[in-house]
């Protein structure tokens, strides 16, 4: 994969994510610090989640148990006065400071209280750091005989406005004294406003009337706040206190609400996320709300006009997700065929898309064809205007006619991961090419293939919770797997999911941990399995360059002061130099124009007129035309650029200085001649030798570029490297790898004893043809293979015979770690490499078990085992110098035997 390192901590993820957005890429905040709160106050916020919202309380008292009714009593007389002396213990953990911030929610908060510079003084005097909120308490006090939505709403602004101005004088006054800021006013007034002007105006979920947001006693109006106005309340806490928004967040609340025994609309998702954006909205922008050393406020990015082009593999589903974000302006251009051009022409014309985004089983120059006009008419008409691809899953996982969905599940996911990422760079290279003639990157691509091949490897490895399979469907509609449970195989509900998790995270650049839709299903994800997949759909796409939030790294010298050598004919010419400000064109040039360069082009000397490949147009806007004549020389490039005036008439010719050429592509040392059965990489005759020695690798197909350094390593030392026989082992794969050992032994000369080694499912076939041919077998190595039918999903029992439930039974029949005695008993040396992450093949039901096994029964075995490491490409398992120094060694052992 592109980065292996991108999995490691998927399944550690934070319980709440805190939203952070600006105008590049925002990672998850970390979770605020704990803060220790001391909670006084009555009915206005006697029940608040302050545990839900991450604000334990480590003291709490209820004001209306002493029945005080002037505002001055309150603090003076309710809680200092008469609560202390009730409650010692109370007492001693005041004045030890056993707290961080004090919470004050009162009815009578809506003016300034008398009392509270003794309170401020004496909290001052125990904790100086700690700070004071006062919750500025909603209007109230209406006429009984009217219903709340009869209040005159403009009238309660103007009389608490002015409430307010005073407790922010009594505030200014305080904070003075202390000589910092310590006291804050969290403005609830302001957010229950807006929040009953929304009902008001018919734009608040599931809310039709004001009176619904209080509660009702025995039918008679009374201000208590119900569900709607607790939870905005505990937000709007939760934002002051921490200096973060709540918006994203899924506290546990009570599920029957405030008082549960009156009258309620039941709070949902939907509510609680425009409940979490109004508070955070509110909240940010009072200066008296937030601590100055708290996180600055960062502006939400811009909502985005974006049309999706493709098939049945499109996932892209973001509306509902910038809803849950409080992104309210992001737009899905519906009604449009966005997979023909004409109907997309006009829309880029009037720059009236942001982002394209294509969504095909296939990437390249037909898929989408008119991806060049796109990226010509699109900037154009709009600088901001880019395209995103999604990188595609393989149709029938790069199989030939599977016949059965079922087949998905026994998938080598190294090999499918491998035709994976030649599949990326046929795209990746497909991009930077139209990138290039663009001359910025405008096209990106957003890499869900690889996400969707990270979730299948944990639900192989039994670390997906809830999934078991693949590839499943039971009916439709079902939200059991990635996969959708048919033939092609199309996405499940996970891969739905996650598509729509990676596509918003490279739209707006900024993570979707914490996220959830509105409405009653949501997502249809359990807790667990959303932080998963939003986790890894952030570190995919933060981490791959090609989706525009991570750099790329810039080309490295391969020596000091050395500097790259330009690709002949890639990249920019010279041409693009003295042509500055021009625009290549598609476009024929007048008749005249044609008619001299092909003139020009006839008149070339005769050894370079053959070479003329390739001819290029340009215009600078003003009328004049330019022409660039690629010419080929043996292995170098001539450019010859003519120019021409308005007239037409050539006005410069210019010859640049050949390109550099490239050096001859090297030949591949693991590029193999075809033997029956097989392929043969044969050392030279000089160094093999009379040994002969030689390699077999298993399984053949996976013998390509990752072995190269280490084959070349073997032929060197004139080993040979051949590479043959059936995968997956089983009785009909042994018959065929002795006949290929026949082959190589009897037919070809080479050694009786040949090394064998074994790459993940090449395990089964080397190691189960070894123990049953000790006495053929100089040594075995492995890389991360798979020893044991019973430590690998992904076996294929049907080679040998038995069904799942003869597994266990059969094991010692067939399993080659429960069959080593023979192979103890000759004395034949064992080597792995295994990574201790690998959720494929696992470390310890494979080659930690072939050790331990193995060295009981009196045989040796070198295990090296990499940290942090998985079943991936990492070079360290190819270049691995212990894995080459230990297949020398052998070879040389059977050199000193054979001369003896």
């Not at 004294?177 to 009953?196: E, S």
Request: hydrophobic share 40%; charged share 25%; with cysteine.
């Amino acid at each position: 994969m592109f980065r292996s390192q991108i999995i490691a901590g998927i399944l550690s993820v934070c319980g709440f994510f805190a939203w952070a957005a600006g105008s590049g890429a925002q990672e998850p905040k970390a979770a605020p610090k704990e803060l220790r709160m001391w909670h006084v106050g009555n009915s206005w916020s006697a029940t608040l989640p302050f545990e839900a919202m991450g604000l334990p309380r480590v003291f709490y008292h209820h004001t209306h148990n002493f029945g005080h009714s002037k505002p001055e009593d309150v603090l003076a007389k309710g809680w200092i006065g008469e609560a202390l002396k009730k409650d010692k213990a109370q007492k001693n953990l005041l004045e030890k400071g056993d707290f961080d911030v004090v919470y004050l929610g009162f009815v009578q908060l809506h003016s300034p209280l008398p009392a509270m510079d003794e309170f401020f003084d004496i909290i001052q005097k125990h904790k100086p750091g700690a700070r004071i909120y006062l919750q500025h308490a909603w209007a109230h006090g209406g006429n009984d005989k009217q219903t709340h939505d009869d209040d005159d709403l403009d009238k309660y602004d103007a009389d608490w406005a002015k409430r307010r101005a005073a407790i922010e004088a009594a505030v200014d006054t305080a904070n003075k004294r202390a000589g910092k800021q310590v006291v804050f006013i969290i403005p609830l007034h302001d957010a229950v406003m807006k929040m009953r002007r929304m009902v008001k105006a018919g734009q608040f979920p599931k809310v039709t009337k004001q009176e619904q947001l209080f509660v009702s006693f025995d039918g008679k109006r009374d201000e208590h706040g119900n569900n709607q106005i607790y939870a905005l309340a505990a937000y709007c806490a939760y934002a002051a206190i921490h200096g973060k928004s709540p918006v994203g967040m899924r506290p546990n609340f009570p599920a029957n609400g405030n008082l549960a025994s009156h009258p309620q609309v039941p709070l949902d998702d939907e509510q609680n996320a425009v409940l979490q954006k109004l508070a955070w909205e509110t909240v940010s922008k009072y200066p008296y709300a937030q601590d100055p050393k708290s996180e600055p406020t960062k502006k939400l990015p811009a909502g985005l006009r974006v049309m999706n082009g493709g098939h049945s593999w499109s996932t892209e589903n973001s509306v509902p997700l910038c809803q849950a974000a409080g992104i309210t302006a992001h737009k899905k251009i519906t009604g449009i065929n966005g997979n023909r051009i004409d109907d997309v022409k006009p829309l880029l014309e009037k720059g009236e898309i942001d982002v394209y985004v294509w969504q095909r089983s296939e990437v390249g120059p037909e898929s989408p064809s008119f991806l060049p006009t796109l990226v010509e008419l699109g900037p154009k008409h709009n600088p901001n205007f880019r395209v995103h691809i999604q990188l595609p899953w393989l149709v029938h996982d790069g199989r030939k006619n599977p016949k059965s969905p079922d087949e998905y599940e026994t998938t080598d996911l190294v090999e499918y991961q491998a035709k994976l990422e030649k599949s990326r760079k046929h795209a990746e290279a497909y991009v930077d090419a139209v990138n290039a003639r663009a001359g910025k990157r405008i096209v990106f691509l957003v890499p869900l293939a690889d996400g969707m091949l990270e979730v299948r490897k944990m639900i192989v490895a039994g670390k997906f919770p809830g999934i078991t399979k693949v590839n499943y469907r039971n009916r439709p509609g079902d939200r059991g797997s990635i996969m959708g449970g048919d033939i092609m195989p199309h996405q499940g509900h996970l891969g739905f999911r996650l598509g729509a998790y990676m596509h918003f995270a490279a739209l707006y650049r900024m993570s979707p941990v914490g996220l959830k839709l509105p409405g009653k299903e949501g997502d249809g994800l359990t807790d667990e399995q959303r932080a998963i997949l939003q986790k890894l759909a952030w570190d995919m796409v933060s981490k791959y360059p090609y989706a525009g939030i991570a750099k790329f790294e810039a080309p490295q010298p391969k020596k000091e002061g050395e500097k790259p050598v330009p690709k002949s004919g890639d990249g920019p010419a010279p041409v693009s130099d003295v042509l500055k400000g021009w625009k290549e064109t598609k476009d024929l040039p007048a008749d005249t124009v044609v008619a001299d360069y092909n003139a020009y082009i006839e008149k070339l000397p005769k050894a370079e007129r053959p070479g003329v490949s390739d001819v290029k147009y340009y215009v600078d806007g003003s009328g004049r035309n330019a022409v660039a004549v690629l010419v080929n020389v043996g292995d170098q490039r001539w450019t010859h650029l003519l120019v021409y005036d308005k007239q037409n008439k050539r006005t410069d010719v210019t010859k640049f200085e050949p390109a550099r050429a490239q050096p001859a592509p090297k030949k591949k040392a693991f590029e193999a001649e075809r033997i029956p059965g097989g392929r043969l990489i044969a050392a030279k005759a000089e160094l093999a030798g009379k040994t002969k020695a030689w390699v077999w690798y298993a399984p053949d197909w996976a013998l390509g570029d990752a072995e190269a350094w280490m084959v070349e390593q073997f032929l060197e030392a004139g080993i040979s490297v051949a590479a043959g026989g059936a995968a997956y082992g089983g009785p009909a794969a042994i018959k065929s790898q002795t006949a290929f050992y026949v082959e190589m032994t009897e037919k070809r000369g080479y050694a009786k004893k040949p090394i064998l080694i074994g790459r993940s499912q090449g395990g089964l076939t080397t190691l189960g043809w070894a123990v049953e041919n000790p006495e053929k077998v100089a040594a075995f190595a492995g890389i991360y293979p798979v020893c044991n039918l019973a430590g690998w999903s992904g076996v294929n029992l049907g080679n040998y015979g038995i069904k799942r439930d003869e597994l266990a039974a059969r094991l010692k029949e067939f399993s080659p770690v429960e069959r080593l005695e023979k192979l103890a008993q000759a004395k034949v040396p064992l080597f792995a490499i295994h990574g201790d992450k690998d959720t494929v093949v696992p470390l310890e039901t494979n080659s930690g078990l072939l050790k331990e096994r193995y060295t009981k029964l009196g045989g040796t075995m070198q295990l090296v085992v990499p940290p942090g490491q998985g079943h991936n490409m990492w070079k360290g398992f190819f270049q691995c110098q212990e894995l080459v120094d230990f297949v020398k060694s052998h070879a040389k052992a059977q050199a000193q035997n054979l001369a003896k």
